[in-house]
């Protein structure tokens, strides 16, 4: 069976849509309870030293639609500069930031319909 794709307006205008979804704050317990679902998980996205761009911004929106739940992967560097990127790429894919550890961070954006990730109630 094939995926749906983005409507016409591309990639952002899924985001968008998908972002008010996602803004909402994640408890404690649904946070732990995606952590271990994220543990065996590889890195989908990984930043190069051009850091965020566009097309990385794009490309994990679409990796996002696909899995829901997605680990990415950034340089090495400083720490509040790595906190920064995985921040802003969580805000502009509609994504919520369940955790950073070293220079991999999960992100989790909930599909529409089917939820593939079920999470516990707060």
């Known amino acids: 069976m094939e995926k749906p ?18 803004e909402h704050e994640l408890t404690e317990r649904q946070r732990r309870h995606l952590r271990g679902l994220a543990h065996a998980l590889k890195p989908v996205v990984r930043l190069g030293s051009a850091g965020l761009t566009e097309a990385v911004a794009s490309e994990t929106a679409r ?6 739940l997605i680990k990415v992967k950034a340089p090495g560097g400083d720490r509040a500069a790595r906190d920064e990127l995985f921040a802003e790429l969580a805000r502009r894919t509609g994504s919520a930031l ?8 999960v992100l989790y954006r909930p599909r529409a319909e089917p939820p593939g990730v079920v999470i516990p109630d707060r």
Request: glycine letters at 12%.
């Open 5 to 22: 794709r983005p409507a016409a307006g591309g990639p952002s205008a899924s985001v968008s849509a998908a972002a008010s979804a996602a």
């Open 63 to 68: 990796a996002l639609g696909d899995h829901e």
């Open 98 to 105: 369940v955790h950073r550890i070293g220079n991999v961070a």
